[in-house]
């Protein structure tokens, strides 16, 4: 069974800094996209930034040029590097995957974890 499990969210002051992890485990198979989401209180879940197996990364406005994506392909992890943090980067951030099982692709998600930007 295949699991995403994320860490590294905490409580943070604005302006600081937060790298999330995100691993999948779990048999064997081949990851396709990894992504970060988040979803704050009342608001509904966004795509905040995606990596591909090619290399390709994309990133919402609210983040570009703050926030880094990248991943450990050797380690089936993706990581999110998170600068200068702002109030409004509260949220649960949630990885997302797609990931082949024997030729068949399926979505998967973590759990999540909650990051608080605040004074």
């Known amino acids: 069974q295949v699991q995403l499990v994320e860490s590294g969210g905490g409580l943070v002051q604005p302006g600081g800094s937060l790298r999330l992890s995100c691993a999948a485990s779990g048999g064997t198979f081949s990851i396709n996209t990894m992504n970060w989401y988040r979803q704050a209180p009342g608001k509904q879940r966004e795509l905040v930034a995606v990596s591909t197996t090619g290399g390709t990364t994309n990133y919402a406005e609210s983040v570009k040029g703050r926030f880094t994506i990248s991943r450990d392909n050797a380690k089936n992890t993706v990581y999110l590097q998170m600068n200068n943090l702002k109030p409004e980067d509260t949220a649960v951030y949630y990885c997302?995957?797609?990931?082949?099982?024997?030729?068949?692709?399926?979505?998967?998600w973590g759990k999540g974890t909650l990051v608080t930007v605040s004074s």
């Open positions: 997302n995957a797609l990931i082949y099982i024997t030729l068949v692709p399926r979505n998967y």
